[in-house]
């Protein structure tokens, strides 16, 4: 491991770089680009609509960098242009890249029918047999051949879905696809992305995300669909008068297809597998960069367990992850200092491009450069606010360690001795714990480091705190939860937070260094005592012996709910808490547990109760925290 301290990241000539006037930019980009539109055919005949950005400059070979996407590759008309000064992408435009986005099968102007994370297909034996990988295979066999002045060498990336198509395109073997960077991919809706995590169903982002974006486009368009109209901005309120899964699919009948197809698999079978982007991941012959955030509130799970697959799956390939301290995209943003109350000590974001993807793909598209050499994984640690190098992950000098749970609402390394100890909650569907204590309606990116106060207040949430740490306490990969619990029905959720709880005379420095254009800093709160949230998530109890076939609760027994949290980095100061919350609900994000065996996505209104929950943290039945300390 070598541990890298960026108290300095920014060069003279970086900070210039940065701060050029957008108007500079924009007029730099118009002189030296034209813009063509494109459609591409497929082997199966059907035809993608392509952007494309092109260098007027003929007295040399251009790389090609390319984004698959659904959300559109607006605007469309070659006369109007995105505006690429907002972002980090004018750096390639500087450095001659060639670039594309192309609208995915289906979507807004590109033909043929779109498929939700649309499965991978091993073994194409015939013209239709299509994926994802098949038609970037073609886009990019189309372009090689055909765009002026490209010099043969491909990368793709894109973020989010375009992180999923990223990876579909890492499977294509391509023999110009040179390097590509999944970033924030959608990787698995079951497990851990988006909508599922652990099998309970994310209702929040899946129907923000759906109403609109499920709606059906017969043709293609460059017109996007329509949204939602609430009848009240407070999200709490309108899930909870909403109430049953089953009263939101009436909100939209058979027009949204996924949306429909989700409820008819509530459990992890062959329909969910087939759709783990996993599965494609063998023999990947591209070098490949996975980035994510360890605050991303929407595929902090992709990120991380697809580049775990490569390494497993594919030994061989080239693969590297990079992950900051960032909410969904921040890396790709002007301001990468903060989130939320929570500060970061320098411009992430900025540090992020100009030294890890730039020269990443400048390398392996350009031959610019000597080799990156980057580390299996670059990762900063909140906390400490610093970012560090291992040849692996979990990193070699990681120990497990379990945290137990005490009577009085401790934790200690020592494993409890007395008998029958526990702790109970009535848990009430009616009354569920709000995952924020803000009034709004489309989820927050900030609730990732929110205060945690608001939660530790509700007698529906268990709180655990270590004493004032001695020393620093760093964490360094996968958090498991392995709780004792019996329940008075047959099912109930847990959600397990873990927690830095910051000394009451605590706070930031006045200023934040960094380059940072257009943002302001965070808003003065009081950093006393905060609760930072460093990781959440939550375990449907039903699966807990298995997602493919869930098992009820027998009434009072006592059973194990043993799951992982996340992979987590951060550095628990001297002088702070480690914390641990235990609560049943996370409201209006996760939907509501009825807390009794019945299928959730068909339940009634009134099949939702209360419910008695003890958790036990007794010598026979000790509940822990199992830690991932690094040494």
């Not at 595929?299 to 590297?320: C, E, M, V």
């Not at 007395?418 to 569920?432: C, L, M, W």
Request: charged fraction near 20%.
């Amino acid at each position: 491991m070598r541990k890298l301290l960026f108290s300095l990241l920014f060069s003279a000539g970086s900070l210039a770089g940065f701060s050029q006037g957008t108007s500079q930019d924009s007029a730099w980009i118009r002189e030296n680009y034209y813009k063509i539109e494109q459609y591409i055919p497929m082997r199966d005949g059907v035809r993608l609509f392509t952007s494309i950005y092109i260098p007027r400059d003929t007295t040399e070979q251009h790389p090609i960098l390319m984004t698959r996407t659904p959300y559109s590759c607006a605007p469309y008309g070659t006369e109007k242009w995105r505006n690429f000064t907002a972002g980090y992408l004018r750096y390639y435009m500087r450095e001659g890249y060639i670039l594309v986005t192309q609208d995915v099968r289906g979507r807004w102007m590109s033909e043929g029918q779109f498929v939700d994370v649309r499965p991978f297909i091993k073994d194409k034996r015939s013209p239709s047999d299509v994926d994802e990988a098949s038609d970037t295979y073609d886009a990019i066999d189309w372009m090689v051949k055909h765009l002026p002045h490209n010099n043969g060498k491909v990368g793709v990336f894109g973020i989010s879905y375009p992180g999923f198509y990223s990876t579909m395109a890492a499977a294509s073997a391509h023999p110009a696809l040179k390097a590509v960077s999944p970033q924030a991919p959608v990787t698995d809706w079951f497990m851990g992305d988006d909508f599922h995590h652990n099998g309970a169903f994310f209702q929040m982002d899946g129907w923000a995300f759906y109403s609109s974006f499920g709606k059906p486009r017969p043709k293609p368009t460059t017109i996007g669909p329509s949204g939602f109209d609430y009848y009240t901005k407070d999200n709490y309120k309108w899930y909870l008068e909403t109430g049953a899964l089953k009263n939101i699919l009436k909100l939209t009948g058979d027009s949204i297809a996924f949306w429909k197809e989700l409820y008819q698999h509530p459990n992890l079978d062959a329909w969910w597998k087939a759709r783990n982007a996993r599965v494609a991941m063998y023999d990947i012959k591209p070098a490949i960069l996975v980035v994510g955030g360890n605050f991303d509130a929407e595929d902090n799970y992709g990120a991380w367990n697809l580049f775990k697959a490569i390494r497993t799956q594919s030994p061989s390939t080239n693969s590297h992850l990079v992950m900051g301290p960032w909410y969904h995209g921040q890396w790709a943003s002007n301001d990468g200092t903060h989130l939320g109350n929570v500060q970061f000590g320098s411009n992430t974001s900025f540090w992020y491009q100009n030294n890890i993807e730039l020269p990443f793909f400048n390398y392996y598209l350009k031959g610019k450069g000597a080799e990156p050499g980057l580390p299996t994984a670059t990762v900063f640690f909140s906390g400490a606010n610093e970012w560090r190098q291992f040849q692996q992950w979990p990193p070699q000098d990681e120990q497990d360690q379990p945290l137990y749970l005490q009577q009085g609402g401790g934790l200690s390394w020592t494993a409890p001795v007395r008998k029958g100890d526990y702790t109970e909650y009535i848990s009430d569907p009616a009354h569920p714990v709000p995952y924020t204590e803000d009034v709004h309606f489309y989820r927050t990116r900030e609730y990732m480091t929110d205060d945690q106060r608001f939660a530790s207040r509700r007698p529906d949430v268990l709180s655990f705190r270590t004493p004032e740490l001695t020393e620093d306490l760093t964490l360094a990969g996968v958090v498991t939860a392995d709780l004792q619990v019996s329940l008075s029905s047959t099912d109930a959720d847990f959600v397990v937070k873990i927690i830095d709880e910051f000394p009451d005379n605590f706070s930031y420095e006045p200023e934040t260094p960094g380059p940072v254009r257009g943002h302001d800093l965070p808003k003065s709160y009081p950093m006393g005592g905060y609760q930072m949230l460093v990781h959440g998530e939550i375990m449907r109890g039903r699966f807990r012996e298995s997602f493919e076939k869930p098992t009820p609760f027998k009434p009072g027994k006592v059973e194990t709910v043993s799951f992982r949290v996340a992979d987590v980095a951060h550095t628990f100061k001297k002088g702070h808490r480690l914390m641990i919350q235990i609560q049943s609900s996370w409201f209006p994000l996760v939907d509501r547990n009825p807390q009794k065996f019945v299928d959730i996505y068909t339940a009634n209104d009134d099949d939702f109760q209360k419910e008695t929950i003890r958790v036990y943290h007794d010598s026979e039945h000790p509940s822990k925290i199992v830690l991932p300390v690094l040494k």
